[in-house]
């Protein structure tokens, strides 16, 4: 233990004459999860919408206003002789609403007119999030207008929001921010620190040592898994502050996780500093591995389920996924070891893989008598 200790002891001394990898170290993760909670948002707003009212009728106008009230439209001027079509492909609006012609005349008979709505499904998401949101605006139209002969209700529903009961994205992706700050930052010291060891010639002063390699692996991890502690208090504090952070009944659950996912993500960065040898192509991995693969597939922007199944294995394989269940079960759902058990043990598993396979990049360090 002492010699783990020592040899952490020596990661600090390197450490602390780098004034300007202090600041980032402390700066640079309020920066991120400012910007992960607040530039995410799955709601869609001003939704510019393009008004082909062929009727021009009372009765028309009054439709069109449900959509001009709703947050989520924004009624958007266009040529007259242009075409919905082309409206569409010149990117003068997301959707375009046809009133057909005699659109009173038929709703007061009930005929039923039918209204044409034209999507931009670029994006699948959007589209079908904003087909749902027109659909209720109609629906809405068809019962406050009292038009045609009304429907009794058979089933009453009435809907509870839990956790999130005002449905706000900053607390959503403010609590899924915590894992992508403290997967990419202590990797990529842990990275920056290994690789730096070879480009200056000092991993020899290892090998000439009488570290074992666990030892040297353990004593180089420390200090930055540390690190990583120092900023989950500065994040926490600032997502108590920001993103309605509420210390859970269970800390523990908490706590203990993110021990193993920053010795996960430290060993993951010392095992790209031992294969690269050159801090830029550690960085690099880092980038790949801990910051662009933990952001499309861990679950913080979407669902794991939605992932194709061709691909939904990286997710389990990535300490982020499960790390980011983990803070939203204490923090949001305020569970405890029950719910977050089995990502625990995944964890578990893989920093002890990162580990073993870091350990076996230092095999040169045991000298044979």
């Not at 050159?278 to 790949?288: F, H, T, Y």
């Amino acid at each position: 233990m002492k010699r783990v200790l020592a040899q952490a002891n020596k990661e600090w001394m390197l450490f602390r004459r780098d004034k300007l990898l202090i600041m980032l170290s402390v700066l640079m993760p309020l920066v991120l999860m400012l910007l992960y909670g607040f530039s995410q948002s799955l709601r869609l707003r001003n939704i510019r919408l393009l008004v082909y009212d062929y009727d021009n009728t009372p009765l028309s106008r009054t439709y069109l206003e449900g959509y001009g009230a709703a947050l989520d439209f924004v009624i958007t001027p266009r040529a007259p002789s242009e075409s919905p079509e082309r409206a569409l492909i010149n990117g003068r609006g997301q959707a375009a609403l046809i009133i057909p012609q005699n659109f009173q005349r038929d709703a007061l008979r009930g005929t039923g007119p039918t209204v044409q709505l034209m999507i931009d499904a670029t994006d699948s998401n959007a589209a079908t999030a904003l087909g749902n949101i027109a659909q209720a605006l109609n629906s809405s139209f068809g019962q406050s207008s009292a038009i045609g002969r009304p429907t009794p209700n058979l089933v009453n529903l009435d809907q509870r929001l839990w956790f999130n009961p005002g449905l706000s994205n900053p607390v959503f992706f403010g609590t899924g921010a915590l894992g992508m700050v403290l997967v990419l930052f202590p990797a990529l010291l842990g990275a920056l620190a290994t690789a730096r060891e070879y480009e200056l010639g000092t991993i020899i002063q290892a090998y000439a040592s009488s570290l074992t390699g666990a030892q040297w692996v353990l004593g180089k991890s420390l200090l930055y898994v540390i690190i990583g502690l120092v900023e989950l208090v500065i994040c926490f504090v600032l997502g108590m502050a920001v993103f309605s952070y509420r210390i859970p009944t269970n800390p523990a659950v908490l706590l203990v996780a993110t021990v193993l996912y920053l010795f996960a993500g430290v060993l993951y960065g010392i095992v790209l500093g031992n294969a690269t040898g050159n801090q830029s192509s550690a960085i690099q991995g880092v980038q790949l591995g801990a910051f662009l693969l933990s952001l499309l597939l861990s679950g913080f922007l979407f669902p794991v389920r939605n992932i194709p199944l061709g691909i939904r294995w990286i997710c389990y394989i990535l300490p982020a996924t499960h790390y980011v269940k983990i803070v939203r079960n204490s923090l949001l759902r305020n569970t405890g070891w029950i719910t977050s058990f089995r990502p625990i043990i995944a964890l578990l598993i893989l920093s002890t893989f990162f580990f073993l396979w870091s350990v076996i990049q230092m095999r040169k360090m045991q000298f044979k008598d």
